[in-house]
């Protein structure tokens, strides 16, 4: 896809969408095929350009010139090592904000600059007023007037220092900045008057501390006390850029947590923890938690590690700090084992909670000429496409590259979040339909109560159940090898199921399993392979939902591959409008998903 746009933009007359017409379209097969000129016309020009910005828009990436992209390689559309081409052509280093991007051309994480060699060349001596002095530290005392003293005296181990025809004055354990007023006070305890002193700490004691964890190179390393845990990370080479914490760093003293550090705090506020190290100080560089990718119009392009599992997206705006006129955010990830994405304004973002290994890109978008169209199944290629508002199906098939071994491009279908809705709302209707008619009806007699009652209570239990099941919203679009070409809208997903030689059995069958397909066998012939109906089971109309999602009901349909047979089950009451109004909710599942429930 990168390379068919890049040669569009070079010359419009070389490659263009195919025209569409009356003939039969769907996705274009992967394999050897001819290339030519052809004319092309401005809505065609702007759908192709739209889709090619919508490839750059969602993978972050563009090949270098000339560079080709066939096969399999399509299905890794984040061409890192081409971002990387692509700026070195132009003259300029790979950057991410005003970080270097990885080898592999991700966004180092943020705060990976910390310890690019700053930190460990500087020059503290450790003269600071808060330092806590201690042994071996040199302390310079000059007293002049009724006696004369001017030398530089190191703290013996019991934190003294020895002035003569005073004593022995302790100084151990006293901030720098007080030094100089215990000295004198010491002093003047012996010779009150006519007496000056002036103080003060000509070096500190230094220090060995080790570095451990997710580091670079773990090891011991020389410095002063007063030297900052920034210090000696960077002297240890940095934090592990792939699997070291920026946010889950601990400084122990002997076995136990002095402090716990998050360079979040101090890249973001400026605040880190005041630590005086000791001799055998450690500190422990943990492991790296979830973390979060952010790329397109923000300040800080770079992978974001989270706090805890999971973060909302207005905890990553406050870090990212996106630019002006982004109003929308593109997140793709992992959700439940399946590949997820989701397209949706910021301030709808602000709410969403982001999960480790998401991708997140942020972007000034139209919305009211853009929407996104998502792909799913066995397909090559991007995921998502930004196109016009106003594209039609067979425009956007045009683009979607399919193995015709793998994939049943006659089967392919269209998932829809108004239809969802739709169908939602109408099993709403008939659960409420049937709460009013029935749980609130009354009884003759006590036993015609008890009766009730116990059916009430299953009722509502059925009617729970039914209102957690989610629609599908599948649109079927394919039949008969013909596809409509239908006005696409926001959110669709185009689903390109997987050739299959099997068949689905659920509901009410002693074996719910999958069979291997077989010419000429019937839905009842399945049946009868998986040990026949159950008891409950309604054997007058099955239901049988296509590949393509198309459902078929019938005393016994005709089954092709990929087919899903589900055997529905018996109301069991003998009221004939409470048997209807059941009836009409378990078809309406069953169409919307799949799914035969049990009453």
């Known amino acids: 896809m990168h390379t068919t746009c890049y040669r569009f933009l070079e010359g419009l007359h070389t490659v263009g969408p195919r025209s569409v017409g009356s003939r039969s379209v769907g996705p274009r097969t992967v394999g050897p095929r001819t290339v030519g000129p052809r004319s092309v016309g401005p809505r065609s020009v702007g759908l192709f350009l739209t889709l090619c910005l919508s490839v750059i828009l969602f993978t972050g990436?563009?090949?270098?010139?000339?560079?080709?992209l066939q096969g399999a390689d399509l299905n890794n559309l984040v061409d890192e090592a081409a971002t990387a081409d692509l700026?070195?052509?132009?003259?300029?280093?790979?950057?991410v904000g005003n970080r270097a991007v990885t080898s592999a051309g991700n966004p180092r994480p943020f705060g990976a600059n910390l310890f690019?060699?700053?930190?460990?060349?500087?020059?503290?001596?450790?003269?600071n007023p808060g330092y806590i002095i201690q042994p071996g530290d040199q302390v310079a005392v000059r007293v002049w007037g009724a006696i004369e003293f001017n030398e530089s005296l190191t703290v013996d181990a019991r934190g003294n220092i020895f002035i003569p025809k005073v004593g022995p004055v302790l100084v151990g354990g006293v901030p720098n900045r007080d030094l100089n007023k215990r000295v004198t006070r010491s002093v003047r305890s012996v010779f009150t008057d006519n007496v000056r002193v002036y103080t003060s700490l000509n070096g500190s004691q230094p220090v060995a501390v080790f570095v451990t964890g997710y580091v670079a190179q773990p090891g011991r390393f020389s410095g002063i006390p007063s030297n900052s845990a920034l210090h000696f990370i960077d002297r240890a080479g940095g934090i592990d850029e792939a699997r070291g914490s920026y946010r889950n760093i601990s400084v122990m003293r002997d076995g136990k947590a002095l402090?716990?550090?998050?360079?979040?705090?101090?890249l973001l506020s400026g605040i880190l923890p005041v630590l005086q190290f000791q001799d055998g100080d450690t500190i422990v560089v943990g492991v790296r938690n979830s973390a979060v990718e952010v790329t397109g119009d923000v300040g800080n392009v770079a992978t974001f590690e989270l706090a805890q599992s999971t973060a909302s997206g207005a905890e990553l705006i406050q870090q990212a700090l996106l630019k002006p006129g982004v109003s929308y955010a593109a997140v793709s990830g992992i959700r439940k084992g399946k590949p997820f994405s989701i397209y949706l304004p910021v301030a709808e973002f602000e709410d969403f909670r982001l999960q480790d290994g998401d991708l997140v890109n942020f972007s000034a978008d139209q919305h009211d000429t853009v929407i996104v169209v998502e792909v799913e199944g066995s397909h090559l290629g991007p995921s998502r496409y930004a196109v016009p508002r106003d594209t039609r199906l067979q425009e956007v098939l045009d683009y979607i590259e399919v193995d015709p071994v793998l994939a049943d491009v006659g089967a392919l279908s269209l998932r829809r979040q108004s239809v969802a809705l739709r169908q939602k709302q109408s099993l709403e209707e008939s659960l409420r339909r049937l709460e009013s008619r029935y749980l609130t009806a009354s009884s003759q007699t006590d036993a015609e109560a008890r009766i009730r009652s116990q059916e009430a209570q299953l009722v509502s239990q059925f009617v729970q159940r039914a209102r957690e099941v989610e629609p599908s919203g599948r649109l079927v679009v394919a039949?008969?090898?013909?596809?409509a070409d239908i006005l696409l809208q926001q959110g669709d997903t185009i689903s390109i199921p997987r050739r299959s030689d099997s068949v689905l059995l659920s509901g009410e069958v002693f074996v719910t399993q999958a069979m291997l397909y077989s010419q000429g066998r019937r839905a009842r012939d399945y049946i009868e392979m998986a040990g026949g109906f159950t008891q409950q089971a309604l054997k007058d109309r099955l239901v049988v939902v296509h590949a393509n999602g198309q459902v078929t009901t019938d005393?016994?349909?005709?089954?092709?591959?990929?087919d899903e047979i589900i055997v529905m089950p018996r109301v069991p009451t003998k009221n004939l409008q409470l048997a209807s109004i059941l009836a009409d909710i378990l078809y309406k599942v069953a169409i919307a998903t799949s799914v035969a429930l049990k009453i």
């Open 555 to 562: 005393r016994n349909p005709r089954i092709r591959p990929g």
């Open 87 to 95: 700026l070195q052509q132009s003259g300029r280093e790979p950057q």
């Open 116 to 127: 690019d060699g700053g930190f460990s060349n500087d020059r503290e001596d450790g003269l």
């Open 259 to 266: 402090a716990h550090i998050d360079l979040y705090d101090f």
């Open 479 to 483: 039949s008969g090898g013909q596809v």
């Open 61 to 68: 990436a563009m090949p270098a010139h000339g560079q080709s």
